[in-house]
């Protein structure tokens, strides 16, 4: 089960009645504290970490503070400001906090304004483009407590489906990988099984299909005859800069590479792209020594070999479809750094 922890300024009625209200919320493990002190003692214990916490208003230092903690911790931050970011309340704050309430807020993998108006200030700042709004039912009678739970639920849902990468533990990354080489080659013998109850599924999937890869794994788990229930993908949030992974299958070796070498040169390198690559250089009529010298012809046989060994890490390509010896360089690192960022917020 979800567990979020909900931070809030002590002595404020408010807050404390509208964050109440969240926590009876019997589908996520809610907690609260209005106090710093108690929140950093345990965020000393990663054993007492929550899946992400909560901030409630943003005019308590020490609050912040502990928040910025929490982030440095890898714990995802949610903001509700309650109004305390409108220009008119910052107008009188030092330069210093105001740019601790920046970092607040574009550290926050959601922000959640109280009104559509909140909403157009906090978007015209430019610190944080993951703005939602949601109505206080303390304040208005358009909502109630039960919608309000409703949706504070699926923007949690939503920030713990974000950077999935991230979360990704080694069995799920490694079976990714298998279920990628063996949707392309289309038989189980080249791959090893998979230990099915070891894998986030959910994690997967959601990955693959941010990543483009989605039909490939299907075909993957085909090939294996894995059985599985159905696993539901719902929404995250994305990177500003994401945009769906163009295909380019059907395209030649050089073709595709230099379409990679375009996608990392614009931090926008997909797992497809990768996965496509691996394919062509399956196929039969793939000439190492034509294909060589095609590559040195454009300059780009050096890029290549680093991108041979990244092609082993992420979708298994066996070094006898290498048309030369893979490369381990910074260019190799940078492939790889760009991979890991390509969905992170």
Known sequence: MLSVLHIYPPHNAMLAQYVNMLTNDSMIKSEAIDDVNALTLRLKDPAQHPDLIHQHGCNHPG?????????????????TPHGELEPWEMKNNMPARNSMLKNLVAHSYAVIARSSM??????????????ETIRNPLITRTTNAEELMVKHRHIYQRVMN????????????????????AGITGDERWVRPIDTEAVNWHHL????????????????????????????????????????????????????????QKQTSK??????????????????????????????????DGFFASLLTVLNEQTGLDEG?????????????????????????
């Not at 609050?63 to 903001?79: D, E, M, S």
């Not at 990704?168 to 079976?175: I, K, L, R």
């Not at 394919?279 to 454009?298: F, G, I, N």
């Open 118 to 131: 909140e909403a157009e200030e906090l978007s015209k700042q430019g610190w944080n483009s993951r703005i």
């Open 162 to 181: 974000s950077n999935i990468l991230e979360l990704m533990d080694e069995a799920t990354q490694d079976a990714l990988k298998t279920l990628i080489k």
């Open 267 to 300: 931090q926008q390198l997909a797992l497809l792209s990768l996965a496509e690559l691996d394919a062509a250089l399956r196929r039969e009529d793939v000439e190492d020594d034509l294909l060589m010298q095609q590559l040195k012809a454009e300059k780009i």
């Open 321 to 345: 479809y290498m048309p030369c010896e893979p490369t381990e360089n910074s260019e190799t690192k940078q492939i790889r750094k760009i991979i890991k960022k390509h969905l992170e917020i």
């Open 63 to 79: 609050i912040t503070k502990a928040t910025a903690l929490a982030y440095r911790k890898g714990i995802r931050i949610v903001l």
């Open 205 to 260: 999937l959601l990955y693959a299909q941010l990543e483009g890869v989605k039909a490939l794994v299907e075909r993957g788990i085909l090939a294996m005859g894995i059985q599985m229930r159905e696993v539901e993908i719902t929404h995250s949030f994305l990177p500003d800069s994401y945009t769906p992974p163009e295909s380019v299958i059907g395209k030649s070796v050089i073709d595709i590479v230099r379409h990679i």
